[in-house]
């Protein structure tokens, strides 16, 4: 089993509609991250949550640590938001004290006009 | 604006050939990572800088190395490519603070071809 989970594993859409993406951790983490990967791109992060929910135009993370689960909202979905939502914990690493990301395996998110 | 640099964005390289990715950073982080991205797959930690300390993830390969000679640049060396080594590598940089969670800020990845 996968540390970080995402579902759906694939997800189309509307032009929109409301969307949510799902992220369960197994880990101790320190922090979470959405990420955002446009096909053949770098990647960007969205946000980097420790509690509560923060909001950034149309998009909306929350998590809840006690449960270990993240969501990810986006309202009024457009073609431009098509693209590989990535959800990535913050785990501690061995050495050094850096911080590693643990990845999952990403929801692609096809929005349709 | 501060910012993640990776060039080139794209680089071919022949089967056994040298080649070098390079990253610089004007965000004064000091911790720097190079990950590895296959095509449909999550991003694999291939190693990090924490300052100049190097630290080596246990399964990357003994054919990739980096070199960080000051705090802005950072350099991964594939020293033969193969062809199982064509993929997206990407930078990242993040801030000091131990458990703070400081956000990764990402490079655009420079995409390899191995031909």
């Known amino acids: 089993k996968n540390e970080v989970e995402q579902s759906p594993q694939n997800l189309t859409a509307q032009e929109g509609e409301f969307i949510t993406i799902n992220c369960s951790y197994s880990?101790?983490?320190?922090?979470l991250h959405w990420l955002q990967q446009h096909p053949g791109g770098g990647i960007v992060s969205l946000f980097m949550l420790s509690s509560g929910k923060k909001k950034h135009g149309r998009l909306i993370a929350t998590i809840n640590i006690q449960e270990k689960h993240s969501s990810l909202h986006i309202t009024a979905s457009h073609p431009r938001d098509s693209a590989v939502y990535i959800c990535?914990?913050?785990?501690?690493?061995?050495?050094?004290?850096?911080?590693?990301?643990?990845f999952g395996k990403g929801t692609k998110l096809t929005v349709n006009p | 604006d501060a910012m993640v640099i990776q060039n080139p964005r794209y680089q071919v390289t022949q089967f056994g050939k040298p080649v070098t990715l390079s990253c610089s950073q004007t965000?004064?982080?000091?911790?720097m990572y190079w990950y590895q991205q296959k095509s449909s797959q999550a991003p694999k930690l291939l190693f990090h800088y924490y300052d100049k300390d190097f630290n080596n993830e246990a399964d990357t390969p003994d054919n990739f190395q980096s070199r960080r000679p000051n705090t802005s640049f950072c350099f991964l060396d594939i020293r033969s490519p193969g062809l199982g080594d064509a993929a997206m590598y990407l930078c990242a940089t993040s801030g000091r603070v131990f458990g703070q969670g400081y956000e990764q800020y990402f490079g655009p990845g420079t995409r390899l071809t191995v031909t």
């Open positions: 990535a914990v913050r785990s501690r690493g061995a050495q050094g004290g850096s911080e590693k990301l643990v």
């Open positions: 965000l004064n982080h000091n911790v």
């Open positions: 880990v101790g983490i320190s922090a």
